[in-house]
């Protein structure tokens, strides 16, 4: 079945052409390179997989509890809308909110993939470009896995959210080669992480568990890769330049805010925009989840060198400014370790399987 068949609406045209801008850039030194980056280009090399095989796909999911989504998670409780509606219909509603998660991280990775190969294309330097090329391959494997995983498993596909196709859209056609840096790699997918991250730890269905390690493993090497280019190149701007790229975080960041409400799905259940915006406001578990999703942003804006008084005037609007003395490296570690641990638990419980099932034909054979 064509996967525009199983959208919640229409997405509108099958293409979105962003028009680009900007120089393609040749490097002719082949034989330097910043040893810090090199090494993050091995490690993208050495760490490449395979989505269709390290992934599990034969465990079944109910699409109408994917993610085992709390009745108190949903915006709707505790309103006379959650009062009204059936067992049946809470279950649509937990289909509806996955799958408009799991779009919106989906579309994500697909711009995620086209700004890496807007940094092949435009950044100056050789050693960039080599780990700007492992990072498109990661990106499009998480695009081919979310995809997948919405197509087969849950059934339902949301076209991109509003803010995330303007922040792309604004991150594409900046033609200075450091934005898509830092909109890709700092802020869309700094919040990707987060939000990754929140679900990967609370959820105890094991298909999502495993996506979300595995993607998020591949996403923090990204953030480094990000964090090391952009600290570097942000030394050599003047004032006024800084003021710049710190007025688009800004704007980004309140773009991100926006992106997270699912108001969307609350209009396809019949409630008007305006309520579902005031119910989304009034949620505490969004409030939460909204100031949780900056706590990749903060820290990293804070560590290239973006830390100026306006931009530190907006994270105190956002409530989100002590954020930025999180430990960026050891949440980056713990994502690593925990997609780690997970092969390790999988694949003892692989082999502890094979043996019983050894035994057992063993056993019936002395038996006969």
Not at 125 to 131: E, P, T
Not at 139 to 153: D, P, Q, S, T, V
Not at 276 to 295: G, H, P, T, W
């Amino acid at each position: 079945m064509p996967i525009h068949d199983v959208y919640a609406k229409d997405p509108g045209d099958p293409l979105w052409q962003v028009p680009a801008t900007g120089a393609a850039r040749f490097s002719w030194e082949y034989a330097d390179g910043r040893d810090r980056l090199l090494a993050l280009y091995q490690k993208g090399k050495d760490k490449q997989w395979d989505g269709m095989r390290r992934i599990d796909w034969d465990i079944e999911v109910d699409p109408y509890d994917a993610l085992g989504t709390p009745d108190e998670a949903m915006t709707l409780y505790g309103t006379p809308h959650w009062a009204k509606m059936t067992e049946r219909d809470k279950g649509e509603l937990r289909r509806h909110f996955a799958s408009w998660q799991f779009s919106q991280f989906l579309h994500g990775e697909q711009g995620a993939m086209i700004c890496a190969a807007r940094i092949v294309e435009s950044v100056p330097d050789l050693d960039a470009k080599f780990y700007s090329a492992t990072q498109t391959m990661d990106e499009a494997r998480h695009a081919e896995i979310y995809g997948r995983f919405l197509h087969e498993k849950i059934g339902l596909v949301y076209p991109i959210d509003d803010n995330l196709r303007s922040l792309l859209g604004d991150t594409l056609r900046d033609s200075r080669w450091d934005m898509p840096y830092l909109g890709m790699q700092v802020l869309i997918e700094g919040l990707a992480l987060a939000a990754f991250g929140m679900i990967r730890d609370t959820t105890e269905k094991p298909l999502p568990r495993q996506i979300l390690a595995y993607v998020m493993q591949d996403e923090a090497r990204h953030v480094a890769f990000g964090r090391m280019a952009l600290r570097d190149h942000y030394r050599q701007l003047s004032d006024a330049e800084l003021r710049e790229r710190e007025d688009f975080v800004i704007e980004g960041c309140y773009l991100m805010r926006d992106r997270l409400r699912g108001v969307e799905v609350l209009e396809n259940f019949g409630i008007p925009r305006a309520e579902a915006l005031e119910l989304s406001e009034r949620s505490e578990f969004l409030r939460l989840f909204r100031k949780l999703l900056f706590s990749r942003i903060v820290p990293c804006v804070k560590d290239i060198g973006l830390w100026g008084r306006r931009l530190q005037q907006a994270y105190v609007d956002l409530g989100v400014l002590d954020l930025g003395n999180s430990d960026l490296d050891r949440l980056m570690t713990q994502d690593e370790e925990i997609a780690e641990r997970l092969d390790a638990e999988r694949f003892a419980a692989e082999e502890r399987a094979r043996v019983a099932e050894i035994e057992q034909t063993i056993e019936e054979g002395a038996e006969t």
